[in-house]
């Protein structure tokens, strides 16, 4: 909520002020805090309304009828954080607070349940063989391989489509025809498809080269055998807050050593890490790149993205990293795809 602070009161404030404050915000609740702008409690309508239906004037102090345990959240909590947070307690407003309790916003649920238009694009990489999924993939593209009730694409592009975004290029090559057929310009989704055509496999960053025009804001570049639930938004904000010219996604990943791992000195054993796991940052396949990047992508070659990262860095461009939670699937092997079928109607249904 941007005029959040109009929902501020003290806690000397009757219940008539506080009452004509949520009458004048149209939010249902005020925020009362000490002179420091430290929260003190919440006061809700209903709050209010107890508080007369038991006996107390319209000349009662707020803090005689707060709630003084308010639920908050932090400062930097992303919004899936937040929304789910306020699905989870029944609550439509909560106070963002930071690590003194000092009061910095206020979450309102509509804020987080309005779909934002978002201009910028999103180029989907579509023109892999998709050669680990041998067998499903000699007839179909793996984009178009069903994953619950309709292809892996059409999952990713309503996922977008879900969070405003829809000016889509798809970059094709392998059985292009067949993606060309089922989504045709989109007009079925209610988003904007154009195609990338390669005449040559161009890699991960390649058919970038084939934008017809140059875009005037950030977009977003993505694999086209990911399934998962993140804020894009969030991602693009970052980028444009930041600064940077490339924003590349990141996962944790942990791998576990099968065997007892010996640490020796000249065959002398110092100790015994049993099956230890290793910790990694690693690539999640989705990118925010600001249009200058375009010109460091060579026209019709093949052209990975982590080419597109170092020529990047030579050119001291910055590119900075955005960590993604919550689920994340990269369809590259046979398990992976039945992992996903299993998994479809919990997620995405």
């Known amino acids: ?9 003290g806690p000397h404030a009757t219940l008539r002020e506080a009452m004509e404050t949520i009458d004048r915000t149209g939010i249902q609740a005020v925020l009362v805090v000490d002179t420091r ?14 508080g007369l239906l038991s006996g107390l004037g319209m000349s009662t102090e707020v803090k005689r009828v707060m709630h003084s345990t308010p639920t908050c959240v932090n ?31 206020l979450a309102v ?8 238009h978002r201009d910028n694009w999103v180029v989907i990489m579509a023109g892999g063989l998709g050669s680990r999924l041998q ?3 000699r007839d179909v593209p793996k984009p178009m391989l069903n994953v619950g009730t309709r292809p892996l694409l059409e999952t990713i592009i309503r996922s977008y489509a879900d969070q405003g975004f829809h000016r889509f290029y798809l970059a094709v ?34 058919a970038l080269s084939l ?16 399934l998962t639930k993140q804020n894009y938004g ?59 990047t375009l010109d460091l992508v060579p026209r019709d070659q093949f052209f990975d993205m982590p080419n597109l990262l170092g020529s990047m860095l030579q050119a001291n461009m910055m590119a900075r990293t955005h960590q993604i939670d919550g689920y994340w699937l990269d369809i590259g092997r046979m398990p992976d795809y039945e992992r996903a079928n299993l998994e479809f109607h919990e997620v995405f249904q």
């Open 109 to 116: 649920i509509n804020d987080y349940l309005a779909t934002p």
């Open 135 to 137: 067998e499903l993939t």
């Open 37 to 50: 702008r430290r929260l003190l409690g919440v006061l809700t309508d209903g709050d209010t309304r107890r």
């Open 234 to 292: 969030v991602m693009i904000d970052g980028h444009v807050e930041s600064g940077a010219q490339a924003t590349m996604a990141v996962r944790h990943y942990e791998m576990q050593v099968p065997f007892g791992v010996v640490r020796a000195n000249d065959d002398i054993i110092e100790c015994i890490e049993e099956k230890p796991v290793q910790h990694f940052v690693v690539n999640a396949g989705i990118y925010v790149l600001s249009p200058q």
């Open 211 to 226: 934008l017809p025009e140059r875009p005037t804001s950030p977009f977003i570049v993505t694999n086209a055998d990911l």
């Open 75 to 105: 400062v930097g909590d992303s919004p899936n954080s937040i929304l789910g947070i306020m699905r989870s307690t029944g609550l439509h407003h909560l106070p963002i607070v930071d690590a003194d309790r000092t009061v910095v916003g």
């Open 173 to 206: 090559n392998y059985k292009a025809e067949q993606i060309e057929a089922h989504f045709g310009d989109g007009h079925a989704l209610g988003v904007d498809i154009r195609y990338l055509r390669e005449e040559q496999r161009m890699g991960t960053a390649g």
């Open 1 to 9: 909520m941007k005029d959040w602070e109009s929902t501020i009161v």
